[in-house]
Every structure is written in C-alpha cells, then in structure tokens.
C-alpha cells in the first residue's frame, strides 16, 4: 500500500513562506496524481491544488491561487507545495493524498498522509 509522509509544517509569521513535502514510499510516484488539502480549526477539510503523474495542475481553491505552488519531483518520489505570502487563514493541518488521478471529490483521494501543522502568526 501506498505511503505518505509530510513534513515541512511549522510556525510562520504573516507575509512569510513555507515549503511542505510528501514523500512517497512502498510504490513509485510516478503514476500517481497527488493533491494537498487543509482542514483549518473547525472546518471542514478543503483541497487547495492537485498535480497529475504528467504534471498537470488542477486548483481546488481560489483562496490559494498566486500564492501556493505545487511540484513533484519523480526522481525523489516527493511532491512539494511552496506556500508564499501565508496568512492567519492559511493557519490548519495540511495533509497530501494519492490517486490515479486528481479527483474533484476529495473522498475519492485512495491513500493519505497523517498530516503536518502550518501555523501562521505574529
């Protein structure tokens, strides 16, 4: 089965940056599509962007859009997510997860990590 690890997470002030890894073990990247997703303090998890095993993007929300980046990097089996410009609503538990594709369901997400704590504040 599948595994996933994300580290990366920490405390950051307003205006700072973060870049978050998922580290893919058991089986190869390469044909997965992995997306990250955010469940802030009493809130429903939430997508933010997705990318497919040929490298394409899918965004989840607009909240992130200009300021959060996705990668992968087959060779490492890691995907990445350069977070920028971080504010306090950016504050939650961010996890990746695997699939054959980036469904827009994430229910339909097959494999996930157990998550890393971003933190944004002064």
């Known amino acids: 089965q599948l595994q996933l690890v994300e580290s990366g997470g920490g405390l950051v002030q307003p205006g700072g940056s973060l870049r978050l890894s998922c580290a893919v073990s058991?089986?190869?990247?390469?044909?997965?599509?992995i997306g990250w997703f955010r469940q802030a303090p009493g809130k429903e998890r939430e997508g933010t962007q997705c990318?497919?095993?040929?490298?394409?993007?899918?965004n989840y929300a607009d909240s992130v859009k200009g300021r959060f980046t996705i990668s992968r990097d087959n060779a490492k089996n890691t995907v990445y997510l350069q977070m920028n410009s971080l504010k306090p609503e950016d504050t939650a538990v961010y996890y990746c997860a695997a699939a054959e594709r980036c469904y827009p369901q994430q229910n339909d997400m097959h494999y996930w990590g157990k998550g890393t704590l971003v933190t944004v504040s002064s």
């Open positions: 058991r089986f190869t990247l390469d044909y997965y599509a």
């Open positions: 990318i497919t095993s040929s490298g394409g993007v899918t």
